[in-house]
């Protein structure tokens, strides 16, 4: 690999993967793999998915790609679909390429239309690699520290009864961008008084609410969204990684309240992969295999087997300190000794995340990972941390 720019800040661990299925990996050895990462959280439905092979090789025989002034009939079809599962009935989507632009995207229009000039997010949320959301300029944004904010009592983080969610100047605020769960991949979930409560005054001021769904969405959390766990439906979604299922498509789903509001303003956005048809195709077959393999109900099953299997482990004695997840969205702490952990997973062929100045390994299964994959990786997962 002397001519890859590796610029990612990950040691590269094996450069000669050729092959997959579902949750293995194979090196060109034939070497199988378990993928419990996912490829950073992308392949929803597995590796080398067969409908997803077969929806993308006959599309590729018509037509990928189109442009600004003529589209594809996939595109609404996609569009509706994903309205439907996000709840915002009668909004528009528009489909571009990564995580990273969905969300840039989404806060660019959220503040065409919004007069005030603050954006409120949490200090441990991640939105991308680029961009408004990745600079959290102190005159742009108010980031709010849940987790360290004082309130007394509260086991969950902030229940916002302190006085640093007091002092959140909300009438600055016409934005909150709220990332329903992964928390720089950490794996931790905001309680829902506190998110009713900013969702609230946000409303109230007749603000925006934005959920960055690019790592909870498409069913990672037992449901098809991270925020239908808070019971409010946003005015904008930003979709990514699962819903491509390792192609580059994502989606960002805005309201139709907040389409009125953008069309009286001289909102412009305009790149090359613009609401191309391949990803919107590829889309739309990842939904109907979430829907009809039942996959939403297997994710939270499968997640509190995966919890409860891993809770068991948590002793006096052992390095395991907690374990805590969604979905197939978990994360483990250890008291000490993540990294060994890390690499002697590694050595027995399972990939795991390490999660850099954590003592957190993190899980992220494809949802249609079998059981009997999830047996055999708690068995080792125990002989790993007792060595
Ligand atoms: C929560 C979250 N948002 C946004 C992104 C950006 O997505 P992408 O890497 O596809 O640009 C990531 C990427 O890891 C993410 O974890």
Same mark, same amino acid.
């Given at each position: 690999?002397?001519?890859?720019?590796?610029?990612?800040?990950?040691?590269?661990? /094996?450069?000669?993967?050729?092959?997959?299925?579902? *949750?293995?990996?194979?090196?060109?050895?034939?070497?199988?793999?378990? &993928?419990?990462?996912?490829?950073?959280?992308?392949?929803?439905?597995?590796?080398?998915?067969?409908?997803?092979?077969?929806?993308?090789?006959?599309?590729?025989?018509?037509?990928?790609?189109?442009?600004? *002034?003529?589209?594809?009939?996939?595109?609404?079809?996609?569009?509706?679909?994903?309205?439907?599962?996000?709840? +915002?009935?009668?909004?528009? *989507?528009? /489909?571009?390429?990564?995580?990273?632009?969905?969300?840039?995207?989404?806060i660019r229009i959220a503040r065409a239309i919004s007069t005030k000039p603050l954006?409120?997010? /949490?200090?441990?949320?991640?939105?991308?690699?680029?961009? &408004?959301?990745?600079?959290?300029?102190?005159?742009?944004?108010? #980031?709010?520290?849940?987790?360290?904010?004082?309130?007394?009592?509260?086991?969950?983080?902030?229940?916002? $009864?302190?006085?640093?969610?007091?002092?959140?100047?909300? &009438?600055? +605020?016409?934005?909150?961008?709220?990332?329903?769960?992964?928390?720089?991949?950490?794996?931790?979930?905001?309680?829902?008084?506190?998110?009713?409560?900013?969702?609230?005054?946000?409303? $109230?001021?007749?603000?925006?609410?934005?959920?960055?769904?690019? #790592? #909870?969405?498409?069913?990672?959390?037992?449901?098809?969204?991270?925020?239908?766990?808070?019971?409010?439906?946003?005015?904008?979604?930003?979709?990514?990684?699962?819903?491509?299922?390792?192609?580059?498509?994502?989606?960002?789903?805005?309201?139709?309240?907040?389409?009125?509001?953008?069309?009286?303003?001289?909102?412009?956005?305009?790149?090359?992969?613009?609401?191309?048809?391949?990803?919107?195709?590829?889309?739309?077959?990842?939904?109907?295999?979430?829907?009809?393999?039942?996959?939403? $109900?297997?994710?939270?099953?499968?997640?509190?087997?995966?919890?409860?299997?891993?809770?068991?482990? +948590?002793?006096?004695?052992?390095?395991?300190?907690?374990?805590?997840?969604?979905?197939?969205?978990?994360?483990?702490?250890?008291?000490?000794?993540?990294?060994?952990?890390?690499?002697?997973?590694?050595?027995?062929?399972?990939?795991?995340?390490?999660?850099?100045?954590?003592?957190?390994?993190?899980?992220?299964?494809?949802?249609? +990972?079998?059981?009997?994959?999830?047996?055999? /990786?708690?068995?080792?997962?125990?002989?790993?941390?007792?060595?």
């Amino acid at each position: 690999m002397k001519h890859i720019i590796w610029s990612t800040g990950h040691q590269i661990k /094996f450069d000669t993967i050729v092959n997959s299925d579902n *949750c293995y990996l194979f090196d060109s050895k034939g070497n199988k793999l378990i &993928d419990l990462e996912s490829g950073v959280w992308c392949t929803s439905v597995g590796h080398n998915n067969k409908r997803v092979n077969d929806v993308i090789t006959s599309q590729i025989n018509k037509i990928t790609h189109t442009g600004f *002034c003529y589209c594809h009939p996939q595109i609404e079809v996609t569009a509706q679909k994903v309205l439907e599962i996000t709840g +915002i009935n009668n909004g528009k *989507c528009e /489909f571009l390429c990564s995580g990273s632009e969905v969300v840039e995207y989404g806060i660019r229009i959220a503040r065409a239309i919004s007069t005030k000039p603050l954006v409120l997010t /949490f200090s441990d949320s991640y939105f991308g690699a680029y961009g &408004d959301a990745v600079t959290k300029n102190t005159n742009q944004w108010h #980031t709010f520290n849940w987790l360290e904010c004082g309130c007394e009592n509260s086991v969950n983080g902030c229940s916002g $009864e302190c006085n640093s969610f007091k002092n959140i100047p909300f &009438d600055k +605020i016409g934005i909150f961008l709220f990332e329903p769960g992964s928390s720089s991949g950490l794996v931790r979930f905001p309680s829902i008084e506190l998110i009713s409560k900013i969702v609230e005054k946000i409303k $109230e001021n007749g603000g925006v609410i934005m959920c960055n769904e690019v #790592t #909870t969405g498409i069913g990672r959390t037992g449901k098809w969204f991270g925020y239908q766990h808070y019971g409010f439906t946003p005015d904008i979604v930003a979709i990514g990684k699962g819903v491509g299922n390792g192609y580059p498509v994502s989606i960002t789903a805005v309201s139709n309240s907040v389409i009125e509001q953008l069309q009286k303003t001289n909102f412009k956005y305009s790149q090359s992969h613009q609401n191309d048809p391949l990803g919107a195709f590829v889309a739309s077959e990842v939904i109907d295999i979430i829907e009809q393999e039942q996959l939403l $109900e297997k994710s939270k099953e499968l997640g509190q087997y995966l919890i409860q299997g891993l809770s068991n482990l +948590i002793s006096e004695k052992s390095i395991v300190k907690e374990v805590r997840g969604r979905g197939l969205m978990l994360a483990i702490e250890f008291k000490r000794n993540a990294q060994k952990v890390y690499e002697e997973l590694l050595n027995r062929g399972y990939i795991v995340a390490k999660r850099p100045n954590a003592e957190v390994l993190r899980l992220d299964p494809a949802l249609t +990972i079998d059981k009997s994959e999830i047996d055999l /990786f708690l068995k080792t997962f125990a002989e790993v941390i007792t060595a």
